[in-house]
């Protein structure tokens, strides 16, 4: 990335929050979950494109983020913590 676009130490910012998204998103508890969290994102930010404007693809990211952690709060392939 740093061939196309000018590098500076805060480049990975606006990357950095979508990464913890996906990892959120699979479970933490799985490297596996991890990777199928970002291809659902990666296919939420394409899709949206599509019906959104490109500024809110993000939005349409933490609301489908937020919509899966209310049904299943331990992520997709995450494994259920003990209850306290």
């Not at 404007?53 to 489908?64: G, K, R």
């Given at each position: 990335?740093?061939?196309?676009?000018?590098?500076s130490?805060?480049?990975?910012?606006?990357?950095?929050?979508?990464?913890?998204?996906?990892?959120?998103?699979?479970?933490?508890?799985?490297?596996?979950?991890?990777?199928?969290?970002?291809?659902?994102?990666?296919?939420?930010?394409?899709?949206?494109?599509?019906?959104?404007?490109?500024?809110?693809?993000?939005?349409?990211v933490?609301?489908?983020?937020?919509?899966c952690?209310?049904?299943?709060?331990?992520g997709?392939?995450?494994?259920?913590?003990?209850?306290?």
């Amino acid at each position: 990335m740093a061939t196309y676009r000018p590098f500076s130490p805060f480049f990975g910012e606006s990357i950095i929050i979508i990464l913890f998204a996906s990892v959120v998103l699979g479970g933490m508890t799985s490297v596996t979950g991890a990777v199928l969290g970002g291809l659902i994102i990666g296919l939420i930010q394409q899709l949206s494109s599509f019906i959104l404007p490109t500024s809110l693809q993000n939005v349409s990211v933490f609301s489908a983020l937020v919509l899966c952690l209310y049904i299943l709060p331990q992520g997709i392939l995450g494994k259920k913590g003990r209850a306290v």
